[in-house]
């Protein structure tokens, strides 16, 4: 069993900065990647960021330049900095695990960005 658990801001303005957490535990032997998706109202889920292992990085077009992914191994953490944000960054964002061939998702959090 693998618990992904995610912290962090959720209330930001446009132009401002949020920063997101998120904790994997359980049995973890080797986590192969982990990042970030979010779905706004009446979309579909939507990759945001993703990191593996060994540091490689993929960022969906919307947030380059303004979206960071970092994560520290040793404690199976992963965030995402947020910078410069805008309306339409406003979703649920859900943290995203791979474990061996299992994905698993954390409860989501609702990020609002008021203009």
């Known amino acids: 069993q693998v618990h992904v658990v995610e912290s962090g801001g959720g209330l930001g303005q446009a132009g401002g900065s949020l920063r997101r957490s998120c904790a994997a535990s359980g049995m973890i032997d080797r986590i192969n990647y982990m990042g970030w998706y979010r779905q706004a109202p009446g979309k579909q889920r939507e990759l945001v960021a993703t990191?593996?292992?060994?540091?490689?990085?993929n960022y969906a077009d919307s947030v380059k330049g303004r979206f960071t992914i970092s994560r520290v191994n040793a404690k199976n953490t992963v965030f995402l900095q947020m910078n410069s944000l805008k309306p339409e960054d406003a979703a649920v964002y859900f943290c995203?695990?791979?474990?061996?061939?299992?994905?698993?998702w954390g409860q989501g959090t609702q990020v609002t960005v008021s203009s």
């Open positions: 995203n695990v791979g474990v061996r061939f299992f994905n698993y």
């Open positions: 990191i593996t292992s060994g540091g490689s990085t």
